[in-house]
């Protein structure tokens, strides 16, 4: 073998790896390390996993490659939306500008093969293989809406981020429909559906969906079934998705996850060639295509409790270890890169159980699950293991693209910028709704949208501007001041404000970047340009209690690698150069 391999883990944090190291938990890694070198691994601000991922793909800034939130906004209209995937003339195009290190590697003779690559839909042609990952959407062109049926619809909260179906049993049977993709007709866009028929088979459910039927026992897991849809005009689509019995009785509840896109659709286009998605699912059998498949909003709605959740995520990391060993085995040269990302989505969601100053922390549910975090960092460690088992004198490189902590205060940017004066509300509204619903534009100059992005609302370039281009520096230094000694119960909410409006981004970046402090992140009504009545600050109670939405300084990430690497302080830009290193020529130590 010849070549190089890397491993992206998303979210692994220095802190709990040092403290596994310590202890023995981690002997692969260490092995990796005492062969070549370990370090932290400096990520950028805002250390968000599409931004940077497309930083570590092209060694750009997110001002080069155009990534700076998970939500951007359209300055003519201030909607928001999501910077993971573009659409062009009815199309979609892949976002992240700038040559990616494996369309250089080919350029140059090098094959390359990427798996499940964050920011990757749809895949740009070259002379390689990719399935995207992170920005896939689901059938519905969504980031993955779950759907529950429910016989308890109050038991969910009425932010709920799924399709919650009321449903009742007649006779033991249930008549209802799967929601499928928007289609478009003479009477204007509609949902197209497949019917699902539910019979009550004791403590099991016999699911019928046209002349496919499967049974699921409580507590247990569907495969994954085909669903047809009828979009019209003698056109079809199949999508693909899976089955949770929660309970029978004396509540009924079903879960079903987003509807997964096929592995081979035109406007769907998952890998390339078109073709690689169908061939690793005959080689390894069916799997999640969808981009975020771990659902943190159906655990944070309680949709699913922790342990289904935890079975969920357990199913797409076997899965991503299947078809990473695969192509492991028939590896031979050139380029191999995999990322897995479950360990990012279970921080998200079990980082409570490690912080007892989290207003969420809870005793005996820390005791149950204190260790669901740790496990993933040892199973990442046995993959690392079977790999430099199998090609022992490959260079190896692994690295993540941020940190983890947690996630305690929820922060309403837009309503202090309403209390200072920044945002205004229209006369009679005491708060902002979501889309910055209810702002006056005239008296507004500043605006929050997205997880850490802050607009100013200037002239010429949002559609109501009302601050004159030149009076921008001032407006800056006086936000950038203010939001610095913003205090929270005596502590710093934000650690620092990044000024980044002088990249080259155009109109899609933001103006100023803050940099919350440890335990702060933006709220979710932030992100969607909602300004709440009340405290700007609260606690943060929900499940997804670890983050990594603050200032980069706080969540370094990781590199480990089996040969020496030039730089002693590594950051996330230098990685796509590192792997360009790591030739044939490369000799491990």
Same mark, same amino acid.
Do not use: C, H
């Given at each position: 073998m010849s070549g190089a391999i890397l491993i992206g883990i998303d979210g692994m944090d220095p802190g709990i790896a040092d403290a596994m190291l310590g202890r023995g938990e981690?002997?692969?890694?260490?092995? $990796?390390a005492a062969r070549g070198s370990y370090s932290r691994l400096a990520t950028l601000n805002p250390p968000q996993s599409p931004v940077v991922w497309s930083s570590i793909a092209t060694g750009l800034s997110p001002g080069q490659h155009g990534i700076h939130d998970f939500i951007h906004r359209d300055p003519q209209t201030y909607r928001p939306y999501l910077s993971l995937h573009r659409m062009e003339q009815g199309r979609y195009v892949n976002? #992240?500008? &700038?040559?990616? =290190?494996?369309e250089k590697a080919a350029r140059q003779g090098r094959d390359a093969t990427l798996l499940k690559w964050p920011m990757g839909f749809p895949p740009r042609p070259f002379a390689g293989r990719m399935l995207a990952g992170l920005g896939v959407p689901d059938l519905r062109g969504m980031l993955g809406s779950y759907s529950l049926y429910t016989s308890a619809p109050e038991h969910l909260p009425a932010d709920a981020k799924g399709r919650v179906v009321p449903i009742a049993s007649r006779n033991c049977v249930i008549q209802t429909d799967i929601a499928g993709p928007f289609t478009v007709g003479l009477t204007g866009r509609k949902t197209a559906s497949a019917p699902l028929r539910i019979s009550i088979d004791g403590d099991a459910i016999v699911c019928r969906i046209g002349r496919q039927s499967f049974t699921v026992a409580t507590g247990q897991w569907s495969p994954w079934i085909s669903i047809p849809f009828d979009t019209g005009l003698f056109s079809s689509v199949s999508g693909l998705c899976r089955f949770f019995l929660r309970s029978v009785h004396p509540e009924f509840a079903l879960y079903m996850t987003p509807v997964n896109v096929p592995y081979q659709a035109e406007q769907f286009p998952v890998s390339h060639p078109p073709q690689y998605a169908s061939e690793l699912a005959g080689a390894i059998g069916d799997y999640a295509t969808l %981009?975020?498949?771990e659902d943190t909003n159906a655990v944070n709605d309680g949709a699913l409790d922790e342990d289904a959740f935890i079975s969920l995520c357990d199913g797409i990391m076997?899965?991503?270890? /299947?078809?990473f060993l695969h192509e492991l085995g028939r590896f031979r040269e050139g380029l191999l890169a995999c990322v897995f990302d479950t360990t990012d989505r279970i921080q998200h969601i079990f980082w409570r159980m490690h912080d007892q100053d989290h207003p969420a922390y809870d005793e005996k549910l820390a005791q149950r699950y204190r260790d669901v975090i740790p496990r993933y960092y040892r199973w990442m460690d046995r993959i690392l293991g079977v790999v430099m088992e199998r090609a022992p004198k490959v260079p190896v490189m692994c690295c993540s693209d941020h940190g983890f902590g947690s996630f305690r205060r929820s922060v309403h940017l837009n309503s202090w910028l309403a209390q200072r004066g920044y945002l205004a509300l229209q006369p009679g509204t005491t708060e902002g709704g979501a $889309?910055?619903? %209810? #702002?006056?534009? /005239?008296? !507004?100059? /500043? *605006?929050?949208?997205? =997880? !850490? @992005?802050? *607009?100013l609302n200037i002239k010429g370039r949002e559609q109501k501007g009302s601050l004159a281009p030149q009076e921008a520096p001032a $407006?800056?230094?006086r936000l950038i001041k203010e939001l610095e000694e913003f205090k929270d119960r005596g502590q710093k909410a934000v650690l620092q404000v990044h000024d980044v409006s002088t990249s080259p981004g155009g109109n899609a970046g933001p103006d100023l970047v803050p940099? =919350?402090?440890? &335990? *702060?992140?933006? @709220?979710?009504?932030?992100?969607? %340009? %909602?300004?709440? /009545?009340g405290d700007v600050v609260e606690d943060n109670l929900k499940k997804w209690s670890g983050d990594h939405c603050c200032d980069a300084s706080l969540v370094p990430g990781v590199i480990f690698s089996n040969a020496p690497l030039s730089l002693a302080s590594p950051c996330v830009t230098d990685v796509a150069e590192l792997i360009a290193t790591l030739t044939p020529s490369s000799r491990c130590q």
């Open positions: 981690l002997p692969n890694f260490e092995r $990796l976002p #992240v500008n &700038g040559e990616t =290190f494996w %981009g975020m498949a076997a899965e991503r270890e /299947a078809m $889309l910055l619903q %209810g #702002v006056d534009w /005239a008296k !507004t100059t /500043a *605006y929050a949208i997205g =997880f !850490t @992005s802050i *607009y $407006l800056k230094e940099g =919350f402090a440890a &335990g *702060y992140r933006a @709220s979710w009504q932030t992100a969607l %340009g %909602g300004a709440p /009545a």
